[in-house]
């Protein structure tokens, strides 16, 4: 059975600092997806990005970047000189093949910027 | 390009009423999800469906749940009788068979009293 980690419930950094928010995943399938979303204030929840199992390659997006192992089985997300806006629910979700599309969710990071 | 569209973005029923929670995906996408998340239980799949036809229901919490697509814009989530259990904020997203990333609408805040 799939199963996604988020050890860190609330995490309260000051403006500019780097964050790193965790994320372990549990699959037995070969092939599988990771993706972060982040739920700001308003409630929505907005795609990030998706890895695909075959592609280790960390990946840089602007102030975002995200490391994924598969050794370890964590796919963390460091962001880098945070800023207020930042400050939302941050979830990891994964997805297996054999599962069909179905997004198995981690509980969330609460991600607080103070100024 | 218009994003998933829910409606309405909230509702307030009194327990024992029918609640129709619409969703409109993204033009071109295949497949369409329904999300409930709430405080206790997190962000969990309800059902799904795959060119309008139900693939997994496994998530909806018993009868009183049912979901239609009756074409490849459209589908709804309906509550009959609702309880004040199924007060959430109730999520569809929608997804193109070429990706695997889903695309939420804004929620609806259902609040069952």
């Known amino acids: 059975a799939q199963k996604v980690t988020q050890a860190q419930t609330e995490i309260s950094v000051v403006e500019k600092e780097d964050v790193t928010l965790d994320c372990v995943y549990e699959t037995r399938d070969t092939t599988y997806y990771l993706f972060w979303y982040k739920q700001p204030p308003s409630g929505e929840l907005v795609f990030l990005i998706r890895?695909?199992?075959?592609?280790?390659q960390n990946e840089i997006s602007g102030r975002y970047s995200w490391n994924f192992q598969k050794s370890t089985s964590s796919f963390n997300f460091t962001i880098t000189a945070s800023q207020v806006v930042d400050s939302a629910v941050y979830f990891c979700a994964l997805s297996e093949e054999t599962s069909g599309s179905r997004l198995t969710f981690g509980e969330g990071t609460q991600l607080t910027v103070n100024p | 390009d218009a994003g998933v569209i829910q409606s309405p973005r909230h509702e307030v029923t009194e327990m024992g009423q029918e609640v129709t929670l619409r969703c409109k995906p993204i033009?071109?996408?295949?497949?369409l999800f329904w999300y409930r998340q709430t405080m206790m239980r997190g962000l969990e799949l309800l059902i799904y469906?795959?060119?309008?036809?139900?693939?997994?229901d496994s998530g909806m919490p018993e009868d009183r749940f049912s979901a239609k697509m009756p074409n490849a814009s459209f589908s709804t989530l309906k509550i009959q009788p609702s309880e004040p259990r199924d007060s959430a904020v109730y999520f569809c997203a929608s997804r193109h068979r070429a990706y695997n990333e889903q695309f939420f609408g804004p929620g609806t805040r259902l609040t069952v009293l």
């Open positions: 890895r695909n199992s075959f592609d280790e």
């Open positions: 033009s071109g996408h295949n497949s």
């Open positions: 469906f795959n060119n309008n036809v139900p693939i997994d």
